[in-house]
């Protein structure tokens, strides 16, 4: 799906059947990325693992991308409360406290 700042895509690893999740991000070079940089130093169990990272060039001459393949979640925050919202409810007490925890 499309993010704040990038495309994310679900696929598979071949030699090993893992469902990973690939973050394709567009490199400004007006601006410093630290985001790789962070998450190789970033070990926790509430944050969605690294697991590789490789570049990719755009379509244009001058584009670059970087594509941050880390652990596949299959829910998001923001689906959660599009679910609830849809539905005309308000999300579980619990959920909140589990996902402000975690932030």
Same mark, same amino acid.
């Given at each position: 799906?499309?993010g704040?700042?990038?495309?994310?895509?679900?696929a598979?690893?071949v030699?090993?059947?893992?469902? !990973?999740?690939? $973050?394709?991000?567009f490199?400004?070079?007006?601006? =410093?990325?630290? @985001? /790789?940089q962070?998450?190789k130093?970033?070990?926790h169990?509430?944050? !969605?693992?690294? $697991?590789?990272?490789?570049?990719?060039?755009?379509? =244009?001459?001058? @584009? /670059?991308?970087?594509?941050?393949?880390?652990?596949?979640?299959?829910?998001?925050?923001?689906?959660?409360?599009?679910?609830?919202?849809?539905? =005309?409810?308000?999300?579980?007490?619990?959920?909140?406290?589990?996902?402000?925890?975690?932030?």
């Amino acid at each position: 799906g499309n993010g704040s700042f990038g495309i994310v895509y679900q696929a598979t690893v071949v030699e090993t059947g893992e469902t !990973v999740a690939i $973050k394709k991000v567009f490199q400004d070079k007006r601006y =410093k990325n630290r @985001e /790789l940089q962070i998450m190789k130093e970033l070990h926790h169990p509430c944050i !969605v693992g690294l $697991k590789h990272a490789f570049y990719t060039s755009g379509d =244009k001459p001058d @584009e /670059l991308f970087l594509n941050v393949v880390m652990e596949f979640m299959s829910e998001t925050v923001y689906r959660v409360m599009k679910h609830y919202a849809k539905m =005309k409810q308000q999300m579980p007490m619990l959920f909140v406290k589990l996902y402000t925890y975690q932030l």
